[in-house]
Nanobody, 115 residues
C-alpha cells in the first residue's frame, strides 16, 4: 500500500527558509518520479519540483534558484528546501509519486509566508 506523509509546514517570515519532508511507504524511488506541488484556494495545483527515478531534477520557474528537491533512499523520504520565501509561496504543499504503477498524493502540509 502506497502512503505519502508530508511534514514541515509552518509559518515563516518573508525571506525565511523551510524544509518540507515526505515520508513514503510502498514506493521504490528508482521507479517513481517524486515531486512537490502546491495549491492555493481558487487556483490549480501547480508543480514546484520533481526528481525522477534516475535522479534528474526539475523546477518551476517561480522557484528556480530558491528551491532544492532531494531524496534519502535509506529513509525513503524526499525533501523540499526553499529559501528566500515570498508571500506568494503561501500554499498547501503536496507530495506526489508518479509512475506506470499509478499516481499518488499525500494529504498536504500548509506553508504560510508573512510579509
Amino acid at each position: 500500500q502506497v502512503q505519502l506523509v508530508e511534514s514541515g509546514g509552518d509559518s515563516v517570515q518573508h525571506g525565511g527558509s523551510l524544509r518540507l519532508s515526505c515520508a513514503a511507504t510502498g514506493i521504490r524511488f528508482d521507479i517513481y518520479t517524486m515531486g512537490w506541488y502546491r495549491q492555493t484556494p481558487g487556483k490549480q495545483r501547480e508543480r514546484v519540483a520533481t526528481i525522477t527515478g534516475d535522479g534528474r531534477l526539475d523546477y518551476a520557474d517561480s522557484v528556480k534558484g530558491r528551491a532544492t528537491i532531494s531524496r534519502d533512499i535509506t529513509r525513503n523520504t524526499i525533501y523540499l528546501r526553499m529559501s528566500n520565501r515570498k508571500p506568494e509561496d503561501t500554499a498547501v504543499y503536496y507530495c506526489n509519486a508518479d509512475s506506470w504503477r499509478g499516481v499518488f498524493w499525500g494529504q498536504g502540509t500548509r506553508v504560510t509566508v508573512s510579509s
